[in-house]
């Protein structure tokens, strides 16, 4: 099954208030258990959740998908920035290309309709290893687009992103699937490591809370105090300096 919605909300569980998650339009969902209006499912990256059955659709790519790159895309009627626009998807989501022709790609929606995104707007499914350096590079900058984006519980897209939301999406943009939630679970590719070993796009884990490493003691997390995704700091000469950070740090990660 894949999410057709732009970015489906997930719950622990069926009609809970609380979100627990955002899955993006595309993305793999196996269903565990069919509830009615709701499905228990795992998502491609591992996490256990509930989405509503209308956000989910038997449908698979005839084509290698792409991700879209931008905050978000939109979706045309036709290869014209004035044309209708049929939907809005948020980064990470993925579409399936059939065809290119000046500066547009036309692309198959899930259930069959067809539509137009701008090209430069879109990237190739990451597939291939690339090296380390260059990876830890490709992640930081992932996370840095989200600089400034609001805090909000469960998010996971540009409207609005929580902790482990942030480091996840970093994460996942660039092939790799951590843990949804701030902790280091069994089964994912983290493992503990001492801070001084830390290098850049390694993860800092903290009671409740995670943030993704930057390097030279600075780090960048969504966090609820700001309201917002920012860069702190856990050396106490900094201006950025976040001293309740600074003295709860339980370890650092890393999927090197």
């Known amino acids: 099954m894949l999410i057709n919605y732009p970015a489906a909300p997930l719950y622990k569980e069926p009609y809970a208030s609380e979100l627990d998650d955002e899955a993006w339009y595309g993305q793999q969902a196996d269903i565990l258990e069919d509830m009615g209006e709701f499905c228990r499912v795992r998502m491609i990256y591992g996490y256990q959740s509930c989405v509503r059955r209308r956000h989910l ?36 989501a993925q579409v399936e290309p059939i065809g290119e022709r000046e500066g547009w790609t036309e692309i198959r929606l899930i259930g069959g309709e067809r539509g137009f995104m701008k090209t430069i707007g879109l990237k190739p499914e990451r597939t291939a290893v690339i090296e380390e350096e260059a990876l830890r590079k490709s992640i930081v900058d992932s996370a840095m687009r989200y600089l400034g984006v609001p805090y909000r519980w469960g998010g996971r897209t540009p409207l609005g992103v929580d902790c482990s939301g942030l480091c996840h999406s970093a994460y996942l943009l660039n092939g790799v699937a951590i843990y949804r939630n701030a902790s280091i679970q069994p089964g994912y590719p983290v493992h503990s490591i001492s801070f001084a070993c830390a290098k850049e796009a390694d993860l800092l884990y903290f009671p409740g809370h995670m943030a993704l490493y930057l390097g030279d003691g600075r780090y960048i997390h969504a966090t609820a105090r700001e309201n917002r995704v920012c860069i ?4 106490e000469g900094s201006p950025l300096y976040r001293e309740d950070l600074a003295n709860s740090l339980i370890c650092a990660g890393s999927v090197f």
């Open 57 to 92: 659709m038997e449908w698979q790519y005839e084509n290698e998908p792409m991700t879209v790159s931008l905050p978000f895309g939109a979706v045309h009627e036709a290869g014209d920035i004035k044309s209708r626009s049929l939907m809005l998807l948020p980064r990470g």
């Open 232 to 235: 702190n700091s856990l050396d």
